[in-house]
């Protein structure tokens, strides 16, 4: 059973581009979060998604910044136009339901986003 | 706002000493986790204890949570260099949400 799947490992985006971050969960799980971690911080909450649905996107910044869990495929963090600060390791991570009931939730190796 | 705290920061210990890292926790929680990240790599989900229980063991790791101080500490004994990494605990809010904090930095020296 493989785990979470994270691609690309490593992004190089130029200001102004757009990043695309894909995550496949495990099999079986249909609950994906996706997470920030920025240099010698903690994770920071960004969005929980479960097939087809945005259910908390609370830590998501307003512009720029969307996410998708489609019915088929992974599901895809995007981020428009990045800015320097953007620059962090995103990390997916997915349960086989919500986390609050004791579920212990997978994480992804991460993607590495560097924008210069 | 974070849901976890860990204090200290940075632990530096020699190989075969014991590590103990400490987590703080504001709102009421059902469970909490530890987890470990070594540099450049993803979290790995170390240990669980859900609010019911005070204490947990996992091989060399052992876990303690105190709901009515919302704490919760991790013990490392006999600690070996490869324990070198990031450790960091998490608590799920009520709305699916797990919080982080910003970890505690455990070198090991051999």
């Known amino acids: 059973n493989a785990g979470v799947m994270q691609n690309p490992r490593h992004l190089v985006r130029r200001r102004g581009q757009e990043a695309r971050l894909r995550c496949s969960p495990m099999?079986?799980?249909?609950?994906v979060y996706w997470y920030r971690q920025l240099p010698e911080e903690g994770l920071k909450f960004m969005v929980y998604?479960?097939?087809?649905?945005?259910?908390?996107e609370s830590g998501m910044p307003k512009e720029r910044f969307s996410a998708e869990f489609p019915k088929e495929g992974p599901s895809i963090l995007r981020i428009q136009q990045v800015v320097r600060g953007d620059s962090a390791a995103y990390f997916c991570?997915?349960?086989?339901?919500?986390?609050?009931?004791?579920?212990?939730?997978?994480f992804g190796e991460g993607s590495w986003l560097t924008v210069v | 706002s974070q849901q976890g705290e860990e204090d200290p920061q940075a632990l530096s210990i020699q190989e075969g000493e014991n590590a103990t890292m400490n987590c703080s926790y504001k709102?009421?929680?059902?469970?909490l986790q530890w987890y470990r990240q070594n540099s450049g790599r993803g979290l790995v989900h170390l240990i669980l204890?859900?609010?019911?229980?005070r204490e947990k063991h996992s091989g060399r790791l052992r876990v303690t949570l105190d709901t009515s101080k919302k704490s919760s500490s991790l013990l490392i004994t006999a600690s070996r260099a490869a324990d070198t990494a990031s450790y960091f605990c998490?608590?799920?809010?009520?709305?699916?949400?797990?919080?982080f904090g910003a970890g505690t930095r455990l070198t090991v020296k051999p």
């Open positions: 998604l479960q097939k087809e649905n945005i259910i908390d």
């Open positions: 709102t009421s929680i059902n469970n």
């Open positions: 991570a997915s349960s086989p339901t919500d986390g609050f009931w004791g579920n212990t939730i997978y």
């Open positions: 998490a608590a799920p809010l009520s709305n699916n949400d797990m919080r």
């Open positions: 099999k079986g799980h249909s609950h």
């Open positions: 204890i859900r609010s019911n229980e």
